[in-house]
């Protein structure tokens, strides 16, 4: 398969009556600056019959006025904080063409050939990126780049189906509310938890972080991004598993986690003493009191970080690994967010940290990172042709960094996009699929 680029261009807003000032700012939050400094892609596939791209374009155009952030670019306002510029100097959009068929180019899966799907993400000025690549057979898939710094994956899906809707001549529901002041801390601080060693890590500190493999030299090895598709008949069976003996059960989010958990731990054959985490995303909005409403774009994440000896992770049951995953997650609430919200906000506590958020790593080994979009409604986009019938992540071969995915089957399955090493990933091939 060959994808060929015909056309390039920037895109921006488009407003009814006067366009706003494009001289604004908007700071970024705390939770905006202790992310991932990066920018993330997502491919979707739709079936034909597609709205052409004139018609998409329109709808992003549209949508880009009530979404201004991402028409803008990053830098520093007046008072030198890192901001949002609302300039309106656009997004990028790609045409291109595949010169097959897309059923000659499925399955679609975790490697290379997805990166041919959406712009590159290095050395990007414009904060999104989309590209519409058109097949044969009529099927279409759109790519697309968003940095994180602007939003989570919360806020990027609503942006999404509003997308949609806009193409569609449908009014945008719901609104974004898009004040990033809200996080007001305490006078005087109230700092109940560490997070100069979870949320941030020191400077001088940074390049000693990085995890070493044990016993083995990977240098010339590469990482194999694989897919495994769990059943909904065996996810059920693993809530069992997990939760017997317990009056509530487990979710099936922390069943699978501590399953994976386990499962990767000992296919990469980690020594009993070591100790291996979990980083897992939390979404503050249901979690901060008052609540936050689910309309709020920007950041909102936190992580939760259970942990355990391998040689405990191993020997004891699946619920107890569940329970960890349960118990670190349950921890970030309310007052843990309100102590981050006082910690972060001290521009001299945090003058010589960075955050511990880190895409650009190729290796997490013994620890893993989870990144759930199982509550994103990705497969509510909707152009004027339907809904997508394919939804993943582009390829990032980082070994360690766990997606989770409905799966487009749409029966409650599961699809893990599991990157290891491929010695390793022998082994878990073998045992990620043993209830034992």
């Known amino acids: 398969m060959k994808v060929r680029k015909e056309s390039s261009r920037i895109v921006k807003p488009s407003y009814e009556g006067q366009p706003p000032s494009t001289t604004q700012s908007i ?4 939770f905006d600056k202790v992310t991932y400094d990066t920018h993330i892609a997502v491919v979707y596939a739709f079936k034909p019959p597609t709205p052409p791209n004139t018609t998409i374009q329109t709808g992003l155009q549209k949508v880009l006025a009530v979404y201004r952030q991402w028409a803008g670019r990053l830098g520093t306002d007046d008072n030198g904080r890192p901001a949002i510029l609302l300039n309106d100097e656009g997004v990028r959009f790609v045409d291109a063409s595949a010169d097959c068929t897309l059923d000659q180019a499925m399955p679609l899966k975790p490697s290379m050939t997805l990166l ?3 712009p590159t993400l290095k050395g990007v000025d414009e904060l999104v990126q989309v590209q519409i690549t058109r097949f044969a057979c009529g099927s279409m898939v759109l790519g697309f780049t968003a940095h994180h710094l602007i939003a989570d994956g919360h806020s990027t899906s609503n942006f999404l189906i509003a997308w949609g809707q806009a193409s569609r001549g449908l009014d945008m529901s719901p609104l974004p509310i898009h004040d990033r002041t809200i996080f007001i801390p305490h006078d005087p601080p109230h700092v109940k938890f560490e997070h100069e060693r979870i949320e941030f890590m020191s400077k001088k500190l940074i390049k000693e972080h990085p995890y070493p493999y044990p016993n083995t030299d990977y240098s010339s090895d590469g ?4 897919k495994v598709h769990f059943t909904l008949e065996f996810l059920t069976k693993l809530k069992a598993k997990a939760s017997a003996g317990r009056n509530r059960p487990y979710s099936t989010f922390e069943s699978l986690i501590a399953h994976l958990w386990r499962a990767i731990t000992q296919a990469r054959g980690l020594k009993g003493f070591e100790t291996t985490h979990v980083r897992i995303s939390v979404n503050g909005r249901a979690r901060l009191s008052p609540r936050v409403p689910n309309e709020y774009f920007g950041n909102l994440v936190l992580w939760a970080f259970p942990r355990a000896k391998v040689k405990e992770l191993l020997q004891e049951s699946l619920r107890y690994a569940a329970n960890l995953i349960h118990d670190a997650v349950s921890k970030v609430n309310d007052d843990y967010f309100k102590s981050f919200i006082d ?15 880190d895409m650009c790593k190729s290796m997490l080994c013994p620890n893993l990172e989870v990144d759930s979009w199982l509550r994103f409604p990705f497969y509510d986009l909707d152009f004027g042709g339907g809904s997508p019938y394919i939804f993943m992540p582009s390829y990032f071969p980082v070994e360690g960094m ?3 995915l409905p799966s487009f089957i749409g029966d409650g399955s599961i699809d893990a996009i599991v990157p290891l090493f491929e010695q390793d990933l022998v082994t878990f091939k073998k045992i990620c699929y043993s209830l034992d």
Do not use: R
């Open 27 to 30: 700071p970024l939050s705390v």
């Open 116 to 118: 041919s799907f959406h």
């Open 223 to 226: 990482v194999i991004v694989h």
């Open 343 to 357: 910690f972060a906000s001290n521009e001299e506590a945090v003058k010589d940290l960075v955050p511990t958020a």
């Open 402 to 404: 766990l997606f989770l």
